[in-house]
């Protein structure tokens, strides 16, 4: 094992190396190992959720079918939605890549409170377990939201939801607070905010939105849990409660939720993007001060969900408006990023292609949400089809296709073998256009009369939700080629190295896979990171780490 | 791109709505154009976002001839058309909220309704009460045609397990509002196009939230007069709730086989499964009465299925239990008089 | 990670208690979240009622939350001069001042007890009404801050008694400050909007 030179010009200190196989992968206190585990467990309910997808669909497949019973129905799309948005999106983009990746690209040896982040972690298995456990006291029917009064006659297994939401919630909020105080302060000497990589920007705007806006999620819960469990009136309008005050309190924290989903995965776009086009990013500080912003406003537009629950004009319009506003920061980043294509020297592997996909789905996703910000037309669209077609468009148009890029991109570092390009192609292709034809015929039918949350409906919407079946069960299907092509990687991908990209964040400029305390030495940063054609702006990293050149 | 994204415009503007979705109120033509209007804006957008990506992709490829340390362009930023494409999205936005703002006092503006009724929702029928009726009509709605209505919409309070939010949506008035228990929401909305429209519900109530439908039928004020004096004759001895002359058989057939073919057969009655086969329930000189010695008729049947059975021969769950709604049930009927040996 | 307290140099101590004190800091702030999310249900609730508190319902009394308050303000006053005396290194008045702050904050959590009595023996109860429901759970939340601050002062006057805190290194210590002045403000906002504001 190399000597670890421990720099006292910055307070270098690092736990001690684990020992113990319990030390090494259970109760790790390394970042990277911690990140690991949350792949692995957000995998395994990403593959959960996704087939009780594909039972929906089934269900759906026809307009009177009885693959599922209306109350399984019911159940299976509202354990989906809870699932993915708690036990998929939000840890992955935070605990895994965050955790994964962050340190790594601000010199640190860890996080700020390693133990934290650990307990971070097993916070969230046994939320699953109990999210999933609902089936068994019949689990929650009104989807991820629960809207009392509905919610508040459920069985059991709706508390059950409440205990597991919580719990991620509190996971969720201590791992805000690491990553912020982490970004805050730990940096390497010379990385100044505006030498940050995109990736760390896109955190610490999340962290911040984490550990703010879980609060709320985490009283309207305790509250529904109080009120079903011990009968105490908030939201049970017969006794003076408003059901209203759930969905202000659950938006208010749900909103910005959204954007702790696609942050990060902005993030990640604005990572792989100069290193495929291998040119600067264009327009860095706007891409910073634009996820800035977007973190912000996102408090102040939560009751865009409400505007058909009865709220008065003078409220709805300023929702409206902030609503527009916010699309203006997210345009000026697509239209950055696709600015970072033109004049590069485009090299096209896979992370670019889903990163490409991602620019495809999430600006569709984006400009639906317009349709969706004006109220007249939200009155009309609100809990249809369209909005289901929407949320798509930008959480599996936009965080799952940015996960995936994310995913292929930074294998390499993770696991120090490549995945294997061909099949790579094949998974997006396969993914790209099934994703499409499962979602885009949604809008119409939504527009035209199909609600949210039915079993079975009118007939006549019958061939296109077929052919929506069809499709969702195709996009399923693609994910198998990510898991055959991670099975073969294990067994016999070919080695990486430090830098198979050729790219110049800090990650790159040590061994893949990491060591325990990541840097020999903690490198000094003079410049951002993304000059392509100058030399890296680092001292401290050892001569080899500083070619930085791309396989093809 | 220019050609493909005058094209897409084009096709906006002229594609017509009407045809796939009938404009049936005075401000769904409104909508309708600020729809039109944000995908109008919308197509060049993609259509530039998807072209360029692509353009770019192909002519700035790396090719084989390039050295492996090739690079792109240095360049960073471009303040003029970063700011272009700053303000050319804001103002979009704007002028759109400033057309949404104009459109809204349609919805939310009394404009000095005629008619102004309540709409209640219930697990899983709609409610309606008009002045000068003394009992409430269930799931058809009756208007004139041109005449400003001012609806109140709220939700059910009798019965704590009743009180659940639901949705009153009429896709062809373009209009939408969640009945909440404990608020009253008026919406006003002036019909203009006779024909019957259905009433969905998009806020999910329990299990039976996917057959919560309901009709609205926009008539002449002749017939809408004609309608209610029939109704005011019907008087508080109240019409049926269920109504047992119309239903869609094959709504009914499906929902047989999904709710009732656990039990019965679709069968002469000798042909039991839990309870007996229902073929030609209405005319079997056989069995000329039912499980609770009521005479065989629509409406009996209507009745065992709106409240269930418990007795001697066993017991029948009610229309809540199975997730009946009031249609749901004049359907059933509709089908069960298809039903013959 | 305590443990390691005393075996860093200085220079790691004070990188270690800067990170500590801005995520205790950011932990504050999510919990102030949390009572604001509350503090709203209760303003909503309160201004949609037709009257308040709502027909037949016994509000708690001003005068006696009052002199609770001062009780607990107080103690946030005995906490400052606790504080102060560790800094210049008055130990025997650091124990008074502690064991001050503990005594007043446990008559706190007393005072809400009697004051809990009361209510309920006036049929105002958690589950009876909105009021009782936006009362009991906004001081009930609040109340189990504090009993959670009376046993971190506890825990932390037992550590000094032990040596665990030096001159320059006590940031246990200012933890706990913090969050027993955080308790403090937070029951200035409650005071203000359950009992001041009729």
């Known amino acids: 094992m190399a000597v670890v030179e421990v720099s006292h010009a910055t307070s270098d200190h690092i736990h001690p190396p684990p020992e113990t196989f319990v030390q090494k992968y259970v109760f790790s206190f390394d970042h990277k190992v911690i990140a690991v585990q949350y792949f692995i467990t957000t995998g395994l309910f990403f593959v959960l959720a996704g087939l009780l997808a594909e039972l929906m669909r089934a269900q759906l497949a026809g307009p009177n079918n009885h693959v599922l019973s209306v109350t399984m129905y019911n159940q299976a799309y509202s354990v989906h939605g809870s699932a993915m948005v708690w036990l998929v999106i939000i840890p992955v983009l935070t605990g895994a890549f965050g955790n994964l990746i962050m340190p790594l690209q601000i010199g640190a040896r860890d996080v700020a409170f390693p133990w934290l982040n650990m307990f971070s972690f097993w916070l969230f298995p046994p939320a699953g377990i109990l999210l999933f456990g609902s089936f068994l006291l019949g689990a929650p029917e009104a989807g991820w939201t629960e809207y009392p009064p509905i919610s508040l006659q459920e069985p059991a297994g709706t508390s059950m939801w409440c205990a597991a939401i919580f719990l991620v919630g509190v996971s969720s909020t201590i791992t805000g607070l690491n990553f912020l105080v982490t970004i805050i302060k730990m940096r390497a000497p010379g990385m100044t905010w505006t030498r940050m990589p995109l990736f760390v920007w896109a955190t610490a705007v999340t962290a911040f939105l984490s550990f703010i806006a879980t609060a709320n999620l985490s009283a309207a819960l305790l509250a529904l849990f109080i009120e079903r469990t011990f009968n105490v009136p908030y939201y049970d309008p017969s006794r003076g409660g408003s059901p209203v005050v759930w969905q202000h309190v659950f938006w208010f924290y749900s909103h910005p939720a959204v954007y702790i989903m696609v942050l990060p995965a902005f993030g990640i776009i604005s990572e792989i993007i100069p290193t495929f086009a291998r040119r600067p990013i264009f327009g860095y500080k706007a891409i910073a001060y634009s996820s800035t912003a977007i973190g912000l406003m996102s408090f102040m537009v939560w009751a865009h969900h409400m505007f058909t629950s009865g709220l008065a004009q003078w409220v709805q319009l300023p929702f409206m408006i902030l609503t527009m506003a916010i699309a203006v920061p997210t345009g000026v980043k697509v239209f950055s990023w696709v600015a970072t294509l033109w004049a590069g020297k485009i090299r096209l592997a896979s992370p670019l292609l889903f990163v490409l996909g991602f620019l495809s789905t999430f600006t569709f996703g984006g400009i639906t949400g317009i349709f969706l910000a004006s109220v007249p037309a939200d ?174 | 791109m220019g050609i493909i994204s005058a094209l897409g415009m084009w096709g906006i503007v002229v594609f017509p709505i009407e045809d796939y979705l009938k404009e049936a109120a005075q401000q769904a033509a409104d909508i309708d154009w600020l729809f039109k209007f944000m995908a109008f804006f919308s197509v060049p957008i993609l259509v530039y976002v998807n072209g360029f990506i692509i353009y770019f992709v192909v002519r700035y490829r790396k090719r084989a001839s390039d050295s492996i340390q090739a690079t792109g362009s240095p360049i960073h930023d471009h303040a003029g058309l970063e700011t272009w494409w700053t303000i050319i999205p804001a103002a979009l936005m704007l002028a759109l909220g400033l057309l949404s703002y104009n459109v809204l006092p349609k919805y939310y503006g009394a404009q000095a309704a005629t008619v102004t009724m309540e709409a209640i929702g219930h697990k899983w029928d709609y409610e309606f009460r008009y002045p000068g009726l003394t009992q409430s009509v269930y799931n058809d709605l009756y208007l004139p045609i041109n005449v400003p209505v001012t609806i109140d919409i709220t939700s059910a309070e009798a019965r704590a397990d009743d009180a659940v939010i639901h949705s009153f949506w009429v896709p062809e008035f373009r209009i939408k509002q969640d009945m909440v228990p ?160 | 990670m305590a443990s390691h307290a005393l075996t860093l140099d200085d220079a790691q101590y004070e990188e270690q208690r800067d990170h500590r004190l801005l995520g205790f800091l950011f932990f504050l702030i999510s919990d102030c979240i949390i009572f604001s999310s509350f503090i709203f249900t209760y303003l909503y609730l309160r201004s949609a009622a037709p009257v308040w508190p709502p027909a037949g319902v016994t509000p708690a009394d001003l005068y006696m939350a009052g002199v609770n308050s001062i009780v607990l303000f107080g103690s946030g006053a005995t906490m400052h001069f606790a504080m102060e005396s560790f800094k210049h290194d008055k130990h025997l008045r650091f124990y008074w001042w502690m064991m001050a702050t503990i005594l007043l904050g446990s008559m706190f959590l007393g005072g809400q007890a009697i004051e809990y009595t009361n209510l309920i023996h006036e049929n105002t109860m958690w589950t009876t009404s909105i009021y009782g429901s936006s009362f009991f759970s906004l001081t009930g939340l609040h109340g189990f801050h504090v009993l959670i601050g009376v046993c971190f002062l506890v825990v932390v006057l037992n550590q000094t008694l032990s040596g665990t805190y030096t001159k320059t290194r006590y940031f246990g210590l200012t933890a706990a400050s913090l969050y027993w002045h955080f308790v403090d403000v937070i029951w200035v906002a409650l005071f203000s909007i359950l009992y001041v504001w009729r």
Not at chain 1, 500 to 527: C, H, K, Q
Not at chain 2, 275 to 284: K, N, Q, S, W
């Open chain 1, 379 to 552: 009155i009309h669209e609100h809990a249809t089809y369209f909005v289901v077609a929407h949320l798509h468009y930008v959480l599996f148009g936009g965080s799952v296709f940015g996960i995936f890029a994310g995913l292929y991109y930074w294998w390499p570092k993770m696991t120090g073998r490549m995945l294997d390009e061909g099949l790579a192609k094949l998974h997006f292709w396969t993914m790209f256009i099934s994703f499409n034809a499962t979602f885009l015929p949604m809008h119409w039918i939504g527009l035209f009369g199909m609600p949210r949350r039915v079993a079975t409906y009118d007939p006549v919407y019958g061939d296109t939700n077929l052919f929506i079946s069809i499709s969702a069960f195709v996009l399923g299907a693609s994910m198998l080629i990510f898991a055959y092509n991670a099975l073969r990687s294990a067994r016999r991908g070919e080695l990486a190295g430090p830098n198979p990209w050729g790219a110049r964040t800090l990650e790159w400029m040590i061994p893949s896979p990491p060591p325990y305390y990541n840097f020999d030495r903690i490198p000094i940063v003079l410049a951002a990171p993304y000059d392509y054609g100058q030399p890296l702006p680092y001292r401290e990293v050892a001569p080899e780490y500083l070619a930085a050149v791309p396989r093809f």
């Open chain 2, 182 to 341: 404990g608020m009253v929401v008026p919406i006003h909305f002036t019909p203009n196009r006779p024909g019957t429209y259905r009433i969905i519900c998009t806020e999910f109530c329990g299990v039976g939230h996917s057959h919560m439908w309901g009709s609205v039928h926009i008539v002449s004020q002749a017939e809408f007069d004609a309608w209610f004096a029939a109704q005011q004759k019907q008087g508080a001895s109240g019409g049926p709730r269920i109504n047992v002359a119309t239903g869609d058989a094959g709504a009914g057939q499906a929902l047989f086989q999904q709710k009732c073919s656990v039990c019965h057969n679709a069968a002469p009655f000798d042909q039991r499964k839990v309870g007996p086969g229902l073929a030609d329930i209405f005319d079997d000189p056989q069995h000329p009465t039912l499980v609770d010695a009521k005479k065989a008729n629509p409406a009996d049947v209507a009745e065992i299925l709106e409240k269930g059975y418990t007795g001697s021969m066993g017991s029948m769950p009610n229309m809540q239990a199975n997730g009946l709604s009031s249609t749901d049930i004049a359907n059933l009927i509709a089908y069960l008089k298809t039903l013959h040996k």
